[in-house]
């Protein structure tokens, strides 16, 4: 092992027993498990509905009205997914880069 190689796997050491960089990693789990779980559990919900009981998904919107209740809600589940994913990003650009750079700085 060269003394470079040596050096750069002393510095992962050094960062993986850091407390900030553990909680670091736990928030950001934290965060995206709850997240997926919360997206497919909703997706997942939606199937389980179109395999049990597709009359609620066929039903229309109103009186007359050719659209039915299944769209507006798989459109939900989009958009649901959507801001979901624009919460992690907004997350991970404010807190998770905060505490990389500290954590960063901590160990200059």
Same mark, same amino acid.
């Given at each position: 092992?060269?003394?470079?190689?040596?050096? /750069?796997?002393?510095?992962?050491?050094?960062?993986? $027993?850091?407390?900030? %960089?553990?909680?670091?990693?736990?928030?950001?789990?934290?965060?995206?498990?709850? =997240?997926? $779980?919360?997206? =497919? !559990?909703? #997706? #997942?919900? %939606?199937?389980?509905?179109?395999?049990?009981?597709?009359?609620?998904? /066929?039903?229309?919107? !109103?009186? !007359?009205?050719?659209?039915?209740? !299944?769209?507006?809600?798989?459109?939900?589940?989009?958009?649901?997914?959507?801001? =979901?994913?624009?919460? #992690?990003?907004?997350?991970?650009?404010?807190?998770?880069?905060?505490?990389?750079?500290?954590?960063?700085?901590?160990?200059?």
């Amino acid at each position: 092992m060269s003394p470079a190689d040596l050096s /750069h796997a002393q510095s992962c050491e050094r960062i993986r $027993a850091n407390p900030k %960089f553990q909680q670091l990693v736990r928030s950001r789990s934290r965060l995206a498990w709850g =997240l997926s $779980a919360s997206v =497919l !559990g909703a #997706y #997942y919900l %939606f199937m389980l509905v179109v395999a049990f009981a597709p009359q609620w998904l /066929h039903a229309p919107l !109103g009186e !007359g009205r050719q659209l039915t209740f !299944g769209i507006p809600v798989a459109a939900a589940i989009i958009v649901l997914s959507w801001l =979901l994913t624009g919460w #992690y990003v907004r997350s991970a650009n404010s807190k998770f880069d905060a505490l990389g750079a500290q954590l960063l700085e901590e160990l200059k």
